[in-house]
């Protein structure tokens, strides 16, 4: 009880601090607002003065949460920012200490470096520290990386296809089917990976049971490097098919039934209509889906950290999760300016990878025939 009531005071002292502080975010925009709608229909004078007024909030919070962390972000690659050098890591301290750290362009090049180096001089160096096997490189990162992701994109769509073909159909209890596909969508990731985690226990999780059940031998899915993989996908394809699902069978519904009535009476079949009619009307969908997923798989950690944590043996490890372990690993290897410039590198990676695929793809065309 003792312990109930002290969290109970500490619950309202943090509402105490936060009201009065959020009320007074509050009327500072809404102060903000009317100074700016006066300034642009008074002095400005523009017709569309409202619109700019109600944008304004959204764009000021674009450019606090989103363009600033990513400026941040750069100037943290240039910069030997590490626990060594970061004696305010304590949030008690952080007011009472200075940081003693320093920025330069060597700093910036050798951060960058690293991300593809493993030894400098003899040294190991970089990411090269956060990997236990003496065999993983980054190219071996790159790989496994696009390994998983492409494994995973390729399952997400075609399953998800085939179930929103289904699920477009006139059966019974559509509603209830479709309630159960998503349901993997709506459990929160932790809980997913914790609950995965258990089931590909190799002597009482219910993977191995159903396994030794029809006759099968059982597995080390946890322990195996190969066998740790494919758990970790198929937890992911388990978590990312509902998503294409939903997204096109929503683009199927779409579309005028009049389409597939013309191209049967012509005597489509039915791999002619869905090829001819279905899939091009549904490209506009697709490929947004396919880049979105592509990225997020890409920077997949929660399923990799909660299920594996990356090993056996570093097999399940992927650049993120290197990443992961640059900036929030043990502390003899927190180099937060290394992590920034790695985080950088998967920013490029990922944003030639959209702007090829999109371009290529003719994603922007109906854009471009407006």
């Not at 690993?329 to 998967?346: N, V």
Request: net charge neutral.
């Amino acid at each position: 009880m003792e312990f109930s009531g002290l969290s109970v005071d500490i619950a309202l002292n943090t509402l105490g601090q936060l009201i009065p502080l959020l009320v007074g975010v509050l009327i500072g925009i809404a102060v903000l607002e009317v100074v700016l709608y006066q300034f642009l229909t008074k002095v400005v004078k523009t017709k569309h003065a409202l619109p700019y007024t109600l944008l304004a909030p959204a764009i000021i919070a674009l450019f606090v949460f989103m363009i600033y962390p990513l400026v941040f972000n750069v100037a943290l690659a240039f910069s030997d920012l590490k626990r060594s050098t970061f004696p305010c890591y304590s949030p008690v301290a952080i007011g009472e200490c200075e940081l003693d750290h320093t920025y330069g362009v060597d700093y910036a090049v050798q951060n960058f470096a690293d991300v593809f180096v493993r030894q400098r001089d003899g040294e190991i160096v970089g990411w090269g520290r956060l990997l236990r096997t003496a065999d993983s490189t980054f190219p071996i990162l790159f790989a496994r990386t696009v390994l998983w992701t492409v494994t995973n994109v390729i399952f997400h769509f075609s399953i998800g296809m085939g179930l929103a073909l289904i699920m477009n159909q006139k059966i019974r209890f559509k509603g209830l089917y479709r309630a159960l596909i998503v349901i993997p969508w709506a459990i929160p990731a932790v809980i997913v990976g914790l609950t995965w985690k258990q089931e590909f226990h190799a002597q009482y999780g219910f993977v191995n049971n159903l396994i030794t059940a029809l006759g099968g031998t059982a597995v080390s899915w946890l322990d195996d490097p190969t066998a740790a993989f494919i758990a970790v996908v198929f937890v992911n394809i388990w978590l990312g098919v509902p998503f294409y699902m939903v997204m096109l069978l929503g683009g199927m519904q779409s579309i005028p039934g009049e389409y597939y009535e013309a191209a049967s009476m012509d005597g489509a079949s039915a791999f002619q209509r869905f090829n001819k009619i279905t899939m091009p009307l549904l490209r506009p969908i697709v490929i947004p889906a396919v880049t979105l997923d592509v990225i997020w798989t890409f920077n997949k950690l929660d399923i990799i950290f909660l299920i594996t944590g990356g090993g056996p043996q570093e097999s399940t490890n992927i650049l993120v999760s290197a990443l992961y372990n640059a900036a929030f690993g043990p502390a003899a290897t927190q180099e937060l300016g290394f992590a920034a410039a790695f985080s950088i590198i998967i920013f490029i990676i990922l944003f030639l990878f959209a702007l090829i695929w999109i371009t290529t793809s003719g994603g922007l065309k109906e854009i471009y025939d407006r």
